[in-house]
């Protein structure tokens, strides 16, 4: 499986728009737009959801977070794709890195770019797919902002 071709792209894109309904369910319930979900190397959709720190007061209830622990445990990681709304942060970099998940398809890094460079260290497949319609959606979130400094980072997460 390559990572550049455009039958991927089309393909990665389609698995976004599921990250996609997630985060804005979210923002429905009156959350913070980042949606995430889990594939197989087929597309076969393992677990999806999105950021809760809104509406469950829990910081760690993240759209990776939500989407892993809702695919249940898996025999491997190496072989799945995780697709998520907005680059990851540090913790959902670690989430990545620790169960060894190959494939991470972000939907932009424009609002935050996150672990990538890490993960790509790291022997992670990183695409970026820089979608305007994910880029727009969290910057048109009420509070966000455009750049992450720690104390920032309670906007988004
Ligand atoms: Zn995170």
């Known amino acids: ?83 998520t709304t907005l680059a990851p942060c540090w913790y959902c970099s670690g989430l990545i890195r620790q169960f060894r998940i190959g494939t991470v398809v972000v939907g932009e890094s424009v609002n935050f770019r996150g672990g990538i460079d890490w993960l790509r260290e790291n022997g992670i497949a990183v695409i970026d797919l820089r979608s305007e319609e994910c880029i727009q959606m969290l910057a048109s979130y009420p509070g966000a902002t455009p750049s992450w400094t720690f104390p920032g980072l309670q906007c988004y997460f």
């Open 1 to 83: 499986m390559g990572t550049g071709g455009e039958a991927d792209r089309e393909r990665y894109s389609a698995m976004l728009k599921v990250a996609v309904e997630e985060a804005r369910a979210g923002l429905a319930e009156g959350g913070i737009p980042i949606g995430a979900a889990l594939f197989d190397r087929q597309g076969k959709l393992l677990g999806r959801g999105h950021n809760r720190r809104v509406q469950e007061g829990d910081p760690s209830a993240h759209g990776e977070t939500d989407a892993f622990r809702r695919a249940g445990r898996l025999r491997s990681y190496r072989d799945k794709i995780m697709v």
